[in-house]
């Protein structure tokens, strides 16, 4: 089965800073991937995607890298500000299940 | 866009008591919605998936009689749990899929309920 994992679990950086958050999958099948941030008791809120036919991805201030040899996702975030603090997972599904399976996420925490 | 609402946001209830949890999808039409619960400092975990107009899939481990899902439209879910104890106790979130987005597997995601069982 699919099983998505991250690296660290809480991940400190200073305001201005870059981030990367980094997530591992198991399943040579999955082929669309989501980042997602989540904020204290709130839904989690879509940041980016990539397919598997692509290998990076960017958006606003945010780059996702897709590494399918490895099976590795990373989510870089450019000058970390304060309002990215959250918790940040990423998910993986294939087009046979079609459902998304969950890392356990990392706890992003921006200093000031 | 893409915004999908959950009613109600919290609620508590005693031990034995049915909550019914409503999902919407405000501007779009979803013939798949999502359930999820979220324990305290866990990642989601899918509990089943709604299918508009046919019975929901539920995950393997999760009680199909306990938590009960209604997809009778295009834009609202339901789950209902049945005769809810302590242990139910969770943060509830539901996603929907775009009806008309079927290049990715993209969801959307609702605000959360959180439910809590004296």
């Known amino acids: 089965g699919e099983s998505v994992g991250l690296h660290l679990p809480t991940l400190s950086v200073q305001e201005g800073d870059n981030s990367i958050i980094n997530c591992a999958y198991s399943?040579?099948?999955?082929?669309?991937f989501i980042w997602y941030k989540q904020e204290s008791g709130k839904g989690p809120q879509f940041i980016i995607d990539?397919?598997?036919?692509?290998d990076k991805r960017q958006g606003q201030r945010v780059t996702v890298l897709l590494n399918k040899t490895v099976k590795h996702l990373s989510l870089q975030i450019a000058a970390t500000q304060p309002g990215d603090s959250a918790v940040y997972f990423c998910?993986?599904?294939?087009?046979?299940?079609?459902?998304?399976?969950f890392g356990s996420g990392t706890r992003l925490q921006v200093q000031p | 866009g893409a915004v999908v609402s959950q009613h109600p946001s919290r609620v508590i209830c005693k031990s034995g008591t049915s909550v019914k949890i409503e999902c919407r999808s405000l501007?779009?039409?979803?013939?798949?919605m999502f359930w999820y619960r979220q324990f305290p400092k866990q990642s989601l975990m899918l509990m089943a998936t709604?299918?508009?107009?046919?019975?929901?899939?539920?995950e393997q481990g999760v009680e199909k009689d306990k938590f009960l899902i209604n997809h009778a439209s295009l834009t609202l879910s339901t789950l209902t749990v049945t005769s809810a104890h302590p242990e139910d106790s969770s943060f509830y979130i539901c996603?929907?899929?775009?009806?008309?987005?079927?290049?990715?597997?993209?969801?959307?995601f609702g605000p959360g309920t959180r439910l809590t069982v004296l």
């Open positions: 501007d779009f039409q979803a013939t798949t």
């Open positions: 990539i397919r598997s036919n692509m």
């Open positions: 996603s929907a899929r775009d009806l008309a987005v079927t290049s990715t597997d993209t969801q959307y």
């Open positions: 399943n040579s099948a999955s082929d669309y």
């Open positions: 998910a993986a599904s294939d087009t046979g299940r079609r459902a998304l399976t």
């Open positions: 709604s299918n508009e107009g046919s019975k929901a899939t539920y």
